[in-house]
């Protein structure tokens, strides 16, 4: 036998009803169903009766008119109209007895708030003789049986155990199938009682573990207990097993898919729950049993929980005095107020409670009144009240034992700069629960869920459709499987005209296409605001344009995005601009790739940092820091003529859109710009010595290549009579950046690169005698794309 319940999505209108009647007579296995209050009933019952004791009658009319609206709306069975107006009727009654006194009660509460249950229960069951079974409702009232704690009452499993067995399990074993209301119970003196809100759950476990149930269903509208908040989390996804113990803590620090005291009975008896979606009926769902699954890390969830505030009591004199916690926690019970977390120092001279903030100021006013005295006397400081704070959580069982979870916790917040206010751990190291600023908690939430490998979807937002863009766009859809742990999902692609967005990708192999049907483009600032719309997780810009995007980058770092590029001039601005988005990214906790500004993807910029980062000084780096200018110096060698290798290199996608930009130096400038700024020198294009490698380039392309190629094919056969060659070769040290071309030996290093090849020679404390090379393709859109790719994975990873 199961035992089958339907929350109050799932139960909420004529549609979801006739799906919950084909959700359980698709189940051949005996049953018992429970069933909670049709969609938002509960809430509009309770704001009713609020109303009629303000002495708003009206509006109370309009919360049972929409009551008595959707309760009449969902079936058309004549019987039960019959009892759903007599219902009505007895709750319209109820609420003008409240109009009358003015007062509601712990008791009256909890009775208005049974008629939700009630007028499901007779709803459900007769949907359920609709599709041929034979089906009858059942008070709950008749069989949970509680003390007088009316909205949250303590059940009295041994009574409420015959009771249920007498009512139900002949039924069950004629082939009917009852239907019991969720959430309810009763006095020993028929009093009626709530079991709290969310209770339907628990009345479901309870009816399981008393009836010997095989399994409990809860059928609700999301696949199972998620990864995450899928509203923080998009990327969140469904946990197929957890143990009773992670699905209870998960509950009580924010997970709302079952309620907390649902474990209790089903724990104790060994029986599985199971978690399904009423929409999504084929997926399996998550159970939840004595067993649980292996995680990396060990986390199988990060929760969070809003709305909090945090008092703290200390003070100098609280070391070593003893009573402190019991007083503290006495006024806690006085003021009636529950302490979600608590956090002690170890000097003991502060104790940090995480409450409800609509309970901090009672409880901030009930310390200050327990310690006046000590406050007084200068032994406390104060009670101090902080919000509103979020509590996030890791949860698993496989933490327990598992070295660095901490670490990569705290880890992770640190990058994103997020201070953490306090911090609790229990022994069993079943969880690790840190409280932050409120406006904090969604970033950290998705930063951690990608620390603890539980987000393994990176979208990427493609700007630009040159050959790069293109090149990159083929590479990801023929190297995916060389990543299978990971997901790169294009999400978006921009070009400076058009733009196409898709929340569930755009396969690199239709991008181009799509884009030319896309969107007209907007701004900068509102893509990436629709971009940061989605709360995608992970997110990474992706630059392979050639233009002034300095405003796009620093949108992009400062919503947390992570960017890479191939891009230089965003990155070769004024110093400034260089600024801004250095410190955007530092205070975002982002990452920012950009190797492929510089040699195609040649490690330069990396090995330059570990350089630096190993105590290396770095005294000169010189070398031929352009693919294109290296492809011409080299064809000028072999006697082709400048013009004519010009457009060979342009050819063959080896060249800026411009080559104006590459034979004016500029693009070589900018280089050694990004180089010189990674060495930590503060120098703006114009601090730069440069000399072109063709001049006059402004009375148009062919004009100056006609006029000076003659004299640069010249002084190669110079050079070549001295031993040299000619090489665009760019230099930094002490004296500053210099830029032009130089006659260098044909048998050195620079002097022997060829085509579009880049070479750095480093030469530092460390590497005197012999400097450090590094040499390797500089040009070309397949190196490009492949070193942007490159850079993805590294962050990605």
Partial sequence: MIVMKFGGTSVGSRERLERMAGLVAADARPKVVVVSAMADTTDRLLAAGRHAEQGDWPAAQRELSTIEALALGATDDASCQVATRALLAELSGLLHGVLLLREQTPRSRALLASFGERLSVGIASAHLRAVGLRSHPVDARDIVRTDATFEEARVDLDTTGTLARSALLGAVENGEVPVVTGFLGSTADGLTTVLGRSGSDYSAALLGAVLGAAEIVIWTDVDGILTADPRRVREARTLRAVSYREAAEMSYFGAKVIHPKTMVPAMHDGIPIRIRSTFEPDLPGTVISSQTSDVPFGVKTVTSVDDLSLITVEGRGMAGLVGMARRIFDTTERVGVNVMMISQASSEQSVSLVVRQA???????????????????????????????????????????????????????????????????????????????????????????????????????????????????????????????????????????????????????????????????????????????????????????????????????????????????????????????????????????????????????????????????????????????????????????????????????????????????????????????????????????????????????????????????????????????????????????????????????????????????????????????????????????????????????
């Fill in 359 to 797: 309970d901090a100021k009672a409880l901030h006013d009930g310390l200050a009144e327990t310690f006046a005295l000590e406050i007084e006397a200068g032994l406390l400081e104060g009670i101090r009240q902080d919000g509103p704070v979020s509590v996030l959580s890791i949860i698993g069982q496989g933490m327990a034992g598992t070295p660095g979870v901490s670490g990569r916790l705290f880890g992770a917040l640190g990058r994103l700069h997020v201070n953490v206010l306090a911090i609790a751990q229990a022994a069993s190291e079943l969880s690790i629960s840190v409280a932050v600023r409120t406006d904090q908690v969604a970033r950290a939430v998705r930063a951690v869920h990608t620390e603890f490998g539980l987000t393994r979807i990176v979208h990427l937002a493609v700007f630009g459709a040159g050959l790069v863009g293109r090149t990159l766009m083929r590479l990801l859809d023929e190297s995916r499987a060389s990543f299978p742990d990971l997901d790169l999902r294009i999400s978006l692609v921009a070009d400076s005209k058009r733009y196409v967005l898709d929340e569930d990708g755009i396969d690199p192999s239709t991008a181009a296409e799509r884009l030319a049907a896309g969107e007209p483009r907007p701004d900068d600032a509102v893509l990436v605001a629709m971009l940061a719309s989605r709360r995608f997780t992970d997110t990474i810009v992706v630059d392979v344009t050639a233009a002034p995007t300095q405003p796009l980058h620093k949108a992009a770092l400062e919503a947390g995005f992570h960017v890479v590029t191939a891009n230089k001039v965003p990155l070769s601005g004024s110093m400034a601009s260089y600024r801004e988005l250095v410190t955007a990214r530092d205070a975002a906790g982002a990452r920012y790739g950009y190797e492929t500004t510089f040699g195609a993807g040649l490690p330069v910029l990396h090995t330059l940092k570990e350089l630096v980062a190993t105590g290396d000084t770095l005294r000169c780096v010189e070398g031929c820091f352009s693919g294109t200018l290296g492809f011409l110096t080299s064809q000028l060698d072999h006697g082709v003529p400048l013009a004519e290798a010009v457009h060979d290199a342009k050819a063959r996608g080896f060249t800026e859109p411009d080559p104006r930009e590459d034979l004016s130096g500029r693009d070589v400038a900018r280089k050694a710009l990004i180089v010189a700024r990674a060495m930590g020198r503060r120098l703006e294009l114009d601090d730069i010595a440069l000399e072109p490698m063709v001049p006059g380039l402004e009375a148009g392309l062919d004009v100056a290549l006609a006029e000076y190629g003659p004299e640069l094919e010249a002084r190669v056969a110079e050079a070549r009579a001295r031993g040299g060659v000619l090489r665009y070769v760019a230099r930094i040290d002490e004296s500053g950046v210099a830029v032009g071309l130089r006659e260098v030996p044909a048998t050195s290093a620079i002097g022997s690169l060829q085509g579009p090849d880049n070479i750095l020679v480093f030469t530092t404390a460390r590497y005197a005698a012999n400097p450090l090379v590094v040499r390797g393709p500089g040009a070309g859109a397949e190196v490009t794309a492949a070193g942007v790719l490159g850079d993805v994975l590294k962050i990605a990873r």
